[in-house]
């Protein structure tokens, strides 16, 4: 790779400057956040937030993340008009709107360097400008006084841009080979072309974009082509190409030590180039800040080493925003999205996410909450504990569900605050409940005898595969409370201590004795034919399948008419559910 003819000779220190959020300054809040990362945060004139990088090095980055609607775009204004000032022209903002034109002209004239620049950055056709009116340069021509919603229309500036440098630095090059000649010093020594704009951007579209070459060759045009295909021009290109052509355009022309605000810098690109286009942006200017403002969540995760903001809402010119700390137990992605939040948050087990039978219950029981699928019971553990520390910044109850699983009695007592549990072995069981089975036979309008036949046969079927896999239950039920035992082993400083301790807990584990108690509990079950304790303790996802046949239905036909029930919000069964579902507390200062 060339040098970069754009890069300063020294890069200066890297800031971002934010008004002080609506909220409040809590220096406690930011001090944990910048423990063992690249920030240093400050507050300065008790108006505004300075963040601060360590590491001036590199490309650093901010991600300011909020739904539509919390202001975002009138943050990154906010930022272009506070931060660049004749007072502090080093810290110039160069900002790319979310509404922008990608129409490429045919063909882009050159003009002198200045009158190029200056079109690009302020909108104004002049070799020279008055430095104490270059944001009102910028606010009345580039953004027609509109900064927050005017249309970004300056594909043609920015490509009068990249062929004028282009034109300069060819010719530059030329003569400075013509005095070489002339001084004969050419002999012995090596070539050192330099890489122009147009052949960084060259470089970058095509390490993006596989397969896909671009050409620049052609005074004031751009075309591409497969690699070995057929050519076509500009205004053929897909909108993703043109875009990444735009982004990679704007970075590298902006001016030294800028501060470069991307308004939603995933839009029109693919998931799986954005990261590899913005990666290789930053490392082409590690001169730059780069400041995203995006909802998307997604694309918020893959800026890895970047300083997250959350904003909340804008009224009445002031912004609620807080910075996202970063923490082992809660995965970022998901810290993210309950930032975004208004409710209270219960966290559920399930592998299947938004898609899963869980999410589909719970979503449709609790609504008063933000309902947040995490993996299995342990995750659910730890992310209510990891949410619940950090109340002071999202302000949020949180609540955790989990199934009962082989649970004692005793075991459910000692959960940690929040934590709620099942009073089902697994989700699925609540499909069999009577309550949920009597719904189903009412809206398919059988009668009362019927229903209580088929809810007799479906009791009988449970039964029947619990007596034939007793063994099977017992066994599970020992084996899950042999492991909660050993949850309370801790290691030692030494191995004779490690050895006494280890022989102390299993002399407490009586595999026999407690395979014998449980034994005892199954036979009581079956023998009182006890069908709530039944499914409580069993747990076999192929019953429900079985007992679609008692009603009009096969394999998962019982299941399936449940999930349109429930998807339909239907009161009966929205009742039955409720009925049989742990009840939640409704904080009294819920946002919502």
Known sequence: MQENINLPEKIEEKKLVLPLPKSGFNSDDFIKVQDNSNVVIEVQDNSSVVIKFRDNSSAASVVIVGANGSGKTRLGSWIENNLESPQTQRYS????????????????????????????????????????????????????????????????????????EEYQENAEFRQAKIKEQKQAQIKQQPENIPETLLDTIKRIWESVILHRELITTKAGKIEACPKNGETYHSAEMSDGERVIFYLIGQCLAAKKNSIIVIDEPELHLHKALQNRLWDAIEAERPDCLFVYLTHDLDFAVTRVNSTKIWVKSYENNQWDWSLIPETENLPERLLLEIMGSRKPILFIESKGGKESLDFLVYSHIYTDYTVIPCGGCSEVINATRSFSKLKNLHKLECVGIIDRDYRTDEQIANLPPGIYCLNFSEIENIFLSESVLKVVANSLRRD?????????????????????EKKKVVCSIVAAEIRESFKNFKPEEDEEALKQSFEDMSSQVNPKSLYLTKETLINKVLNDQNYSEALRLYNNKGLINQISSFFPFKGTGLKDYVKRLISHNDKAIIEALRYSLPELPIPQDNIE
């Open 93 to 164: 903002v160069h900002r790319v709107a979310a509404q922008k034109s990608l129409s490429i002209p045919d063909f882009s004239p050159t003009s002198s360097m200045e009158v190029a620049k200056n079109m690009l950055y302020y909108g104004l056709h002049n070799d020279i400008i008055d430095d104490t009116n270059f944001l009102a340069y910028k606010l009345g021509n580039k953004w027609r006084s509109k900064p927050n919603t005017s249309l970004q229309n300056d594909y043609d500036k920015l490509l009068t841009c990249l062929f004028t």
């Open 448 to 468: 009362q005898d019927d229903i209580k036949n088929l809810i007799q046969k479906t009791k009988e079927l449970v039964f029947s595969h619990m007596e034939r």
